[in-house]
């Protein structure tokens, strides 16, 4: 019997998708196709949002302020970064437990080489970088064990975990609090653009798509990738432009004790990493093996993609974005302390790749997903906070929403199975 036979004949085969029509009369057949075949893309994330923001927005009285808004983008910031590179992890089909301290890590590592009268001070530009570089090697550390020594990476990343935890806390018990007083490691969450400024990185940002899909077409031209949905195209570059602008006006009119705001550098930096995450998933060899050893890492081995190589560098890739998140939560309270990391911070960045559509099945999902949820989740303890709702009551609904994006998961693929695609 075959799959046609078992599947029935109402189910679409993965070919009719380019026989759906173009324009905006297709817009409605392409969005039925897609759910009726599991392909939910990023629409169910977007919908939660826009009900979470409508429901705070009625409900709590200080919610919708530029001030709050540009709290917002300072406190999903690190999640977020943490987020990008859980992403590359679950396309893997791994998980990787030790990010959480390894942002610790990273922190630590940036306080203690900035601070003064230390006698190895260094500049916080170098500092960060050499923080990034040091929890990379350390994520590469870990990979290698996974992807050599043939230990799951559960196991691994919980002794990293514990590993890491031990020795922030046996460094900070006897060195006390180390206070950050270096100027470009704190602007990475408070420095904010002037508002001319503000506006210009949204133009940069506004164009950056449709200059993605003029590339798009240059270096795929004569091939189906380059067929581009020229409706679909308009309403996203609209979009994205009005989101970009939209958001640098609303930050420019918060004002805190008669002090202007703007843009949050943090922001930018999100989007910045953003975007060369995407392109490097999308668009590069790396990112194609990533996708290919996700899938079928057997499959992938015996075309000749070196598995082993590509663990690794996915691990290490954790490792640097866990250290870029705890540097911007180090500048958010100018220190590190013994209360470093947040406690919810591994469960969060994880929580916002999964609920952002990442398939903890590996080999489905992209990094806007990790953005998305990171989004949503930091919307709605925003939103919980502001109605002082209490912790206890702020973990059981974003585990409920956890569990909510999971079965929907789960929903999709088995959608995706019996439509063969």
Not at 134 to 156: E, H, M, R
């Amino acid at each position: 019997m075959t799959n046609v036979d078992v599947v029935g004949p109402d189910v679409p085969k993965p070919a009719e998708a380019d026989q759906l029509p173009g324009g905006l009369g297709g817009l409605y057949a392409r969005a039925w196709f897609n759910i009726r075949t599991g392909n939910l893309g990023p629409a169910p994330i977007i919908v939660g949002q826009i009900l979470v923001v409508i429901l705070f927005g009625l409900t709590a009285t200080n919610f919708f302020t530029a001030v709050n808004f540009t709290n917002l983008i300072n406190q999903m910031a690190g999640t977020a970064m943490l987020a990008f590179g859980v992403v590359f992890v679950l396309l893997l089909g791994e998980i990787d437990l030790s990010i959480g301290y390894l942002a610790g890590v990273g922190a630590l590592i940036v306080a203690e080489l900035q601070l003064p009268g230390s006698g190895h001070q260094l500049n916080g530009i170098l500092a960060m970088f050499l923080a990034v570089a040091a929890c990379a090697l350390i994520g590469g550390v870990q990979g290698s064990i996974v992807a050599f020594v043939g230990v799951p990476s559960f196991v691994v990343t919980l002794g990293g975990f514990l590993i890491w935890q031990g020795v922030i806390l046996n460094t900070l018990e006897q060195r006390g609090t180390i206070i950050i007083q270096d100027r470009w490691i704190n602007y990475t969450d408070s420095y904010a653009f002037s508002h001319v400024g503000g506006y210009v990185v949204a133009l940069v940002l506004a164009a950056l798509y449709p200059l993605s899909i003029l590339y798009k077409r240059v270096a795929a031209r004569g091939t189906q990738i380059a067929r581009v949905n020229w409706t679909a195209f308009a309403l996203k570059t609209v979009g994205i432009a009005i989101a970009a602008f939209g958001t640098v006006a609303i930050a420019n009119h918060g004002k805190v004790i008669a002090t202007s705001l703007g843009l949050p550098l943090s922001g930018v930096i999100v989007i910045v990493v953003f975007i060369l995450l995407t392109f490097l998933a999308k668009w590069t060899t790396f990112g194609r093996h990533v996708y290919a050893v996700g899938g079928n890492a057997e499959a992938a081995r015996r075309a000749g993609i070196n598995v082993k190589r590509i663990r690794v560098l996915v691990f290490m890739l954790s490792g640097a974005t866990a250290a870029m998140g705890g540097i911007i939560f180090a500048s958010q309270v100018n220190s590190v302390a013994l209360t470093f990391p947040p406690g919810n911070l591994l469960l969060n960045a994880i929580a916002s790749a999964v609920i952002g559509g990442v398939s903890l099945f590996g080999g489905r999902g992209e990094v806007r997903g990790a953005l998305l949820g990171a989004v949503l989740i930091g919307t709605l303890q925003n939103g919980l906070n502001t109605l002082s709702v209490s912790n206890g009551w702020i973990y059981i609904i974003t585990g409920l929403v956890l569990l909510a994006a999971v079965t929907l998961d789960t929903v999709a693929v088995r959608l995706q199975a019996r439509s063969g695609r």
